[in-house]
Structures are given as structure tokens and as C-alpha cells.
């Protein structure tokens, strides 16, 4: 008898925890992996001006995140490194899209230890190994590879792309030497302690890095979701943007 009702006892209980509401001030954030330290310095500051308000933060690709809003994870608040994921979860009504803002902008670069005199992308077919993010799900992975299209380089670079799961991998690949250079956000770039930036990819290869940001649908009772997506459009936010080398306009 026991084992025929463990099943349905487990689903019971997962069905209520899913259905119970958030912890008050709480706020669940999902973020693009390459803003990690932009959100890390913003909440730390909200949460002094606001100790009632705690966070829960998830980095990571933006393609990995928008697929765990699908599936149910707990989030307030999504900023993606594209546009495609927040259209993505908009033509699921699964974000607000009177909320959505841009939140703020980036270029690629590519950034490595090689040896070689690397200061173009036609320099590339001189490397062995190239870190990118997997372009199905990090951004600056399609980014780079619309570039390496628009280049005319893909035939030169083919069995040389080693795929990463999200930008700040990529920069650890090349931080440990496991390829030779990488595509990455020049904000990322910046935060290299080994890896030295090699050039900027030209920006007519590629669309144009946009960090959009939205409340989700679930966020619409949060008072502190909404309170802090409100502090991100603000004087503070912009000035610690600037501050890591994001893009204010």
C-alpha cells in the first residue's frame, strides 16, 4: 500500500510548494551571466536602504534561464543579453511587456594569452582553439557567430570553436589558457586578470549587444520586485554601470 501511494503523496507536495507564495521580500532574480557583478554591488546597496528586501540570484546563459521561467523556477525579474529570450518569454506571456526596458548595452571583443599577434577577426585562422558560448542559448555566442558568418570566416575557423555554457565561461577558458582567446563582452574583458583584450569586434558584423530587462508575470503582487526594478532605472544603477564599462544611452 505504501508504495502505491508515494507517487501521488510526492506530487501532492511539490504541487503545494509551488503553489505557496514568496517569502515576504523576497526577490528572485534572473540575470545574464556577464552582469553578475553589476547585481551583485546594486543589491547589496537596495538591501541596506531596504533590510526588509532579501535576494536570490540565478546568473547564468539567457537562453538557460528563460527555459527555467518556462518550466516554473521562481522569478520576479528577468534582464537578458538579447532580445530574442525576452521575446522569447513575452510570446509566452510569461514577462510583463509594459514593464520591459532596456537596462543597458555592451560590445564584443575577443580576448586571449596567445603569443600571436591577434588584432582582427581574418588574425583568428592563426589560433588553434576559440572559446565561444554555445550560440543556441548564450548570446554572446550567436553574437560571435554572426560575426565569424558576416566575417567570411567560418570555413577557416571550423573544428577550432570550443563551446561554453555561458560568456563567463568563456573568459575562464581563456583566463586558464584552455584556448587560445575568446569572444566575450568587453565588460568581461575587464574583468580578465591574464587574458588581454585583442580587439573589438566591428559592430556592422553583428547586431547591436542589448540588455533588456522586464518583471515577470508572476512579479505583478511583489511590491519589492517592483521596487527594485524601479531603483535599476535610477541614478545609482546607471552610475555602477558605468563604473564596470556597460553602455549608457
Not at 535576494?55 to 538579447?82: R, T
Not at 533588456?212 to 512579479?219: E, W
Request: include cysteine; hydrophobic fraction near 45%.
Amino acid at each position: 500500500m505504501k508504495k502505491t501511494l508515494r507517487y501521488p503523496v510526492i506530487m501532492l507536495l511539490l504541487m503545494l510548494l509551488r503553489s505557496m507564495p514568496a517569502i515576504a521580500g523576497e526577490v528572485n532574480l534572473s540575470v545574464a551571466a556577464s552582469l553578475k557583478e553589476v547585481i551583485n554591488e546594486l543589491t547589496a546597496k537596495y538591501e541596506k536602504s531596504h533590510p526588509g528586501t532579501v535576494f536570490v540570484k540565478n546568473f547564468g546563459a539567457s537562453g538557460a534561464l528563460a527555459g527555467q521561467i518556462e518550466n516554473g523556477a521562481p522569478s520576479d525579474l528577468f534582464i537578458a543579453a538579447n532580445n530574442e529570450w525576452m521575446d522569447y518569454l513575452k510570446n509566452k506571456s510569461l514577462v510583463d511587456k509594459a514593464s520591459e526596458r532596456i537596462f543597458t548595452r555592451n560590445v564584443l571583443v575577443f580576448t586571449g594569452t596567445t603569443g600571436r599577434n591577434i588584432s582582427s577577426m581574418r588574425d583568428l585562422k592563426k589560433l588553434e582553439k576559440i572559446g565561444i558560448g554555445s550560440p543556441k542559448s548564450v548570446p554572446a555566442g550567436d553574437y560571435a557567430t554572426t560575426a565569424i558568418k558576416n566575417a567570411g570566416m567560418q570555413q577557416q575557423l571550423q573544428g577550432k570553436l570550443v563551446m561554453a555554457k555561458d560568456v563567463r565561461e568563456c573568459l575562464m577558458y581563456a583566463e586558464l589558457i584552455e584556448v587560445d582567446g575568446s569572444f566575450v563582452y568587453r565588460t568581461d574583458a575587464l574583468q580578465a586578470k591574464k587574458a588581454k583584450l585583442r580587439f573589438i569586434v566591428p559592430q556592422k558584423l553583428y547586431p547591436e549587444v542589448v540588455y533588456p530587462m522586464a518583471l515577470t508575470a508572476k512579479a505583478a503582487a511583489n511590491s519589492d520586485a517592483r521596487g527594485f526594478f524601479t531603483y535599476l532605472q535610477g541614478r545609482e544603477a546607471k552610475s555602477v554601470l558605468k563604473k564596470y564599462g556597460f553602455i549608457l544611452k
